[in-house]
């Protein structure tokens, strides 16, 4: 238990010495800030692996961060981490160890689960020698589908990978697929499933020609509804297109399994040997790096998957050694709670400037919101102060021609993170080579815009007068941290992840929450069970609210039933 669970965040002198100093500060105004300081810049930015992270545009002064890092220090955020990485127990509500960060460590480290030793004590087996056997497992089976020699139930290769799979399951790997697109083989194409809507399973079967389609079933438990009745309407999909001979042995050319569930993955019919493992201490939104990451690994080969690797080691390290003051994750977490808390801001934005990271923020919303979406303590004591923020974004330039109105003008404060490349991932037809200064242009100018806006006095000179001034005035003092890496690489999308992964880390530590479980997603699940069945058969179900019902009751008129 940290500082803030014995005694209360908010009631920790660092809480309150944080209070009064945002008291005091005021509306910081960024204009004057950079005015009177030419090394505030430099001072604020950092270098976390190939990532350079400006925080100069944050409502900081010196005096802040320092407070922050107080905070950080009083709530014991580096003894937490340290624990995270030794491999102790510290998801306790499930108790489990936290050891995303063993996925990606090299072949020689030794990480142990504490209390895996038998009888619930002492220390486990290394864990390391397992991930790399698993890894190399994937390498071979990927090797295999990329080069043809894999090949299915008529002899024919396999030409599509269909990742079946939802949540952690879906998101990580159908985003860094989509982000490293520019190194995917063109012989064999990466479809993902994830909605229980029979849409999403029909669109992505559409074309495809079952003798040359594989399918990853990606399940941590393996008993995911939408997973399990997509799975097996892909197999029927199979066995009837395939004809009439195939198989048991068919399905077993063109199905494979990823999970931590040997028992679940033969109940459905695949066979243990085409199951690629991994481990209970590996959270679902904490785990594209692991076997869950096939699909992608078959689409981007295994030397670019691991690239990707030891971009998140790279980070992880960062995040382990950096000095607090220089560590990139523990900042971004605590500017998070500096407006979280302190400037009621109820959401955060991310907004890569590549259309390549379109996936990203949907993926962020499921890694940050799943994680810190908690009303209740470590002790299950509810907690007085705010915790996860609302993540949202797409891709720039898009945004701005929608919503970026509203982060300049607007009445809320929407603190944002703007994401850009040097380089762009692909080598461009020359046609297209101007276009990527013009959207890092863009990127710069938001950020300064955002920090800087525009004063009536600047406003007034441009021959604007009366009415139309205050409209045309832009307040600025909205804040940003501008992340730029040389070229969107495998290396920099794992070094991209693990920097969010380990800031949400930090917000959770401060907080006092665990991060690790998910036990809000239950519900919805369990009331799903009951009503289906009213849907489906009519069955009369005990309990449903007024509402409820009448709703069922009218969509059973709708569906004719
Ligand atoms: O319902 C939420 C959740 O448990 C996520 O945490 C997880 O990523 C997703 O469902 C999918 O779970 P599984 O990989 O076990 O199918």
Redesign the pocket.
């Known amino acids: 238990m940290n500082a803030a669970g014995r005694t209360g965040l908010d009631r920790m002198p660092e809480w309150h010495d944080l209070a009064k100093h945002r008291e005091e500060l005021g509306e910081v105004d960024l204009r004057e800030l950079f005015a009177k300081d030419p090394g505030r810049a430099e001072r604020h930015t950092v270098r976390a692996g190939d990532l350079h992270i400006d925080f100069s545009k944050h409502l900081i002064t010196d005096e802040t961060l320092r407070l922050l890092l107080d905070l950080a220090a009083a709530t014991d955020v580096t003894g937490l981490r340290d624990a995270m990485f030794r491999g102790e127990r510290i998801n306790t509500t499930e108790d489990r160890a936290v050891l995303h960060t063993a996925l990606r460590a090299p072949r020689d480290a030794e990480i142990r689960v504490v209390g895996d030793g038998g009888d619930g004590g002492g220390v486990g087996e290394n864990v390391v020698p397992a991930v790399h056997a698993v890894l190399d497992r994937m390498g071979a089976f990927a090797e295999r589908v990329r080069s043809g020699e894999w090949t299915g139930h008529t002899g024919r290769r396999i030409r599509t990978v269909v990742n079946i ?5 879906d998101l990580g790997p159908a985003m860094a697929y989509e982000a490293l697109r520019p190194y995917a083989s063109r012989e064999v194409a990466i479809r993902f499933v994830s909605n229980v809507d029979g849409s999403d399973l029909h669109e992505a079967l559409r074309g495809l020609d079952p003798a040359e389609t594989l399918f990853v079933v ?7 509804i939408e ?1 399990i009745t997509n799975a097996r309407s892909a197999r029927a999909w199979l066995l009837e297109g395939l004809g009439p001979d195939a198989d048991e042995e068919a399905v077993a050319r063109h199905f494979v399994a990823v999970s931590t569930n040997a028992a679940e993955v033969a109940a459905f019919g695949i066979d243990t040997a085409n199951m690629f493992e991994f481990w209970d201490w590996v ?3 904490y785990s594209y790096d692991s076997a869950i990451g096939l699909a992608l690994m078959v689409g981007i080969g295994p030397d670019n998957f691991h690239d990707m690797l030891a971009g998140f080691h790279t980070v992880d390290e960062h995040f382990r050694t950096a000095p607090p003051a220089a560590n990139a994750p523990l900042l971004m977490g605590l500017l998070g709670i500096w407006y979280n808390a302190f400037h009621d801001a109820q959401s955060h934005a991310v907004l890569p400037y590549s259309h390549y990271l379109g996936k990203f923020p949907a993926y962020l919303q ?1 890694l940050d919101m ?1 994680s810190n979406g908690k009303s209740v303590d470590r002790d299950g004591e509810p907690v007085r102060w705010q915790t996860g923020p609302i993540v949202w974004g797409t891709p720039g330039t898009n945004g701005q021609h929608a919503y970026y109105q509203l982060l300049h003008q607007g009445t809320k404060l929407v603190p944002a993170d703007l994401i850009g490349f040097a380089r762009p991932v692909a080598e461009l037809s020359p046609r297209l080579r101007d276009h990527h200064d013009l959207l890092m242009a863009n990127l710069f100018a938001q950020g300064q815009a955002l920090a800087f806006g525009k004063t009536a006095e600047e406003v007034r000179a441009e021959g604007v007068t009366g009415e139309l001034v205050p409209h045309r005035t832009f307040r600025g003092n909205r804040p940003t941290t501008t992340i730029l890496a040389p070229r969107l690489t495998p290396s920099v999308l794992g070094q991209l992840v693990a920097l969010y992964e380990h800031k949400v880390f930090v917000q959770g530590a401060v907080w006092n929450i665990d991060s690790f479980d ?1 036990w809000g ?1 239950e519900l919805g ?1 369990v009331l799903a069970k009951r009503v289906e069945p009213a849907l489906t058969e009519g069955a009369e179900v005990s309990g449903l609210d007024a509402s409820t019902a009448a709703l069922v009751a009218r969509y059973r008129e709708l569906r004719g039933r």
Not at 165 to 169: K, L
Not at 218 to 224: C, E, L
């Open positions: 799979g939802i949540g952690g399951s990606a399940s941590k438990t393996f008993t995911t997973t959270g679902g939104r499921q799943e998910q997603v699940k």
